[in-house]
């Protein structure tokens, strides 16, 4: 079974610049998530999403962060203009379903640094 | 949300057993104790959870204390491979959130 892929894996950028995150789940998987991953910090999530919509942004930084998720699969994560705290590894995450306890199977990461 | 309290870092030798503790004195009757651990490198994986019975599973043992206010995760036999950051999260059976803490770093010397 093919595990959650990422892309870019690595990205450099300078402050005020734009930068995008791909993120494709695992098969059949019904629940995304997104978190942010600062160094020596354990992850925060960002977005939530059930199938397209979303479930649960509270953390997400809305002035500069958006995500979708449209079809239900893939998604992509967005920074507009990114600023220097927002380096960090950003982790996609998938589950079969949007129950409390479903296991979450994380992608390897992007690690986002600016400049 | 209740917390959980793990120490930053750990050592073991090995092919020797660890035991990693976390502490959870706030958690409520419904909650569940996970075990995540992240790889270098890698995205947090799976190990384990439980409610109020000790469990074990091909890559662990839970033990959870009787008064559910404390736990133990047990690798039986580190290996190399084991060096990870392993994370305690308490996840309530309503609520989809999963609150990661600072985890503990273990460090496994061959």
């Known amino acids: 079974e093919a595990g959650v892929a990422q892309s870019p894996r690595y990205k450099i950028i300078e402050k005020r610049q734009s930068v995008a995150f791909w993120c494709n789940p695992i098969?059949?998987?019904?629940?995304l998530y997104w978190y942010q991953q600062i160094l020596g910090q354990g992850p925060k999530l960002l977005i939530q999403f059930q199938n397209n919509g979303v479930v649960d942004d509270s953390q997400l930084p809305k002035d500069r962060f958006s995500a979708e998720r449209l079809k239900g699969v893939d998604s992509t994560l967005k920074i507009q203009p990114a600023k220097l705290e927002d380096s960090a590894v950003y982790l996609c995450a998938s589950s079969f379903n949007l129950i409390p306890l479903d296991t979450q199977y994380f992608g390897p990461g992007t690690r986002l640094t600016v400049l | 949300d209740a917390k959980t309290t793990q120490p930053n870092s750990m050592e073991s030798n090995e092919e020797e057993p660890v035991h990693l503790p976390c502490n959870h004195s706030t958690i409520s009757g419904t909650d569940y104790i996970h075990w995540y651990r992240q790889l270098p490198s890698q995205g947090p994986e799976y190990v384990i959870h439980?409610?109020?019975s000790n469990v074990n599973n091909r890559m662990a043992s839970l033990a959870i204390a009787e008064d559910r206010k404390s736990s133990t995760l047990i690798l039986h036999r580190a290996t190399l491979r084991d060096a990870a950051v392993y994370y305690c999260?308490?996840?309530?059976?309503?609520?989809?959130?999963?609150?990661f803490g600072a985890g503990t770093r273990l460090t496994v010397k061959p």
């Open positions: 098969s059949g998987h019904a629940t």
């Open positions: 999260i308490l996840r309530a059976h309503n609520n989809n959130d999963m609150r």
């Open positions: 439980g409610l109020t």
